[in-house]
């Protein structure tokens, strides 16, 4: 089995998911109960900081650990694949 970046912070990357996932419910209750715009945005909004933020660990992780420990000849593969994930990430919205 292969070990992952965040294989060491695993369990608390799961919590964090399983409490955005709440959060996520919440929403879906809110929008079922017709509650204001506003709010059911602003639940949206710290939805999407705290997909961020996890992301942002995944990729410190995968850099420390993928990226720092590859082979020399896959080290500008592994760069450019994880300024390709920023990419992604910046594009979002």
Do not use: N, P, W
């Not at 850099?63 to 300024?83: I, R």
């Amino acid at each position: 089995m292969d070990t992952r970046g965040y294989t060491a912070t695993k369990d608390q990357l799961l919590k964090r998911l399983r409490r955005i996932e709440g959060q996520v419910r919440g929403v879906q209750g809110m929008v079922d109960e017709d509650r204001y715009c506003i709010d059911v945005l602003t639940q949206i909004s710290a939805i999407q900081a705290a997909l961020d933020k996890v992301a942002l660990g995944v990729l410190d992780d995968h850099v420390h650990h993928c990226v720092a420990h590859a082979a020399a000849g896959e080290q500008s593969e592994k760069t450019d694949e994880v300024m390709a994930a920023v990419a992604r990430l910046m594009r979002r919205g």
